[in-house]
């Protein structure tokens, strides 16, 4: 199947080429930063930014949501999210 999009430049604006199983973790980092993380089932998420110094804790993420936050790790503790997808 033809890629019309296939010589564009990629960019964290740009959709996804790729998703891959988010399986948190308190202490193993992502094995790439994503330009996303989408949400299957609503929760919360401890993760920390790509640029942070500290975690950050999101409350009432809603299922099906996408979260354009540029992970570095996403936490088991705190974590109640589920089915999460990073979107690379």
């Given at each position: 199947m033809p890629?019309?999009?296939?010589?564009?430049?990629?960019a964290v604006s740009a959709p996804?080429?790729?998703?891959l199983a988010v399986t948190?973790?308190?202490?193993?980092a992502l094995s790439d930063i994503p330009k996303?993380?989408?949400?299957?089932?609503?929760?919360?998420?401890?993760?920390r930014g790509v640029d942070a110094a500290a975690d950050q804790l999101w409350k009432n993420v809603p299922a099906g949501a996408i979260l354009p936050?540029?992970?570095q790790y996403v936490r088991a503790t705190g974590t109640t999210a589920a089915d999460l997808l990073?979107?690379?």
């Open positions: 890629d019309q999009f296939s010589s564009a430049a990629d996804a080429r790729r998703a948190p973790h308190d202490s193993n996303a993380l989408y949400v299957g089932t609503g929760g919360s998420i401890t993760m936050f540029r992970a990073a979107l690379y």
